[in-house]
Nanobody, 126 residues
């Protein structure tokens, strides 16, 4: 049984920073492509960032480039999302996800993910 357990998040003012964590158990972490998605109130879930198992390469959605950093620690079975210069439009529930089947741009698709974390709320006040 694969489990993704998230931590971090909370309430922060505009311009502040937060770090999200996602711990994976039940299978070899290094075998997964990992990603972060988010869902704002009244909107569909959207891709945020991904880090690939093969070489740790990363992809970001345009709105977070230069502000967010995705990383992974294979020794600790953990993925992180460092979020800096937060804006009110970053307010959402953030979800980590894992995929053992996606490749390339497929790792930015919701439908490519095999496992999901429980979600964690991020609120950025103006």
């Amino acid at each position: 049984q694969v489990q993704l357990v998230q931590s971090g998040g909370g309430l922060v003012q505009t311009g502040g920073s937060l770090r999200l964590s996602c711990v994976v158990s039940g299978r070899t972490f290094s075998s997964y492509n990992m990603a972060w998605f988010r869902q704002a109130p009244g909107k569909e879930r959207e891709f945020v960032a991904t880090t690939r198992r093969s070489n740790g390469s990363t992809t970001y959605t345009d709105s977070v480039k230069g502000r967010f950093t995705i990383s992974r620690d294979n020794a600790e079975n953990t993925m992180y999302l460092q979020m800096n210069s937060l804006k009110p439009e970053d307010t959402a529930i953030y979800y980590c996800a894992a995929s053992y089947v996606c490749s390339g741009d497929e790792c930015t698709y919701i439908g490519s993910m095999n496992y999901w974390g429980q979600g964690t709320q991020v609120i950025v006040s103006s």
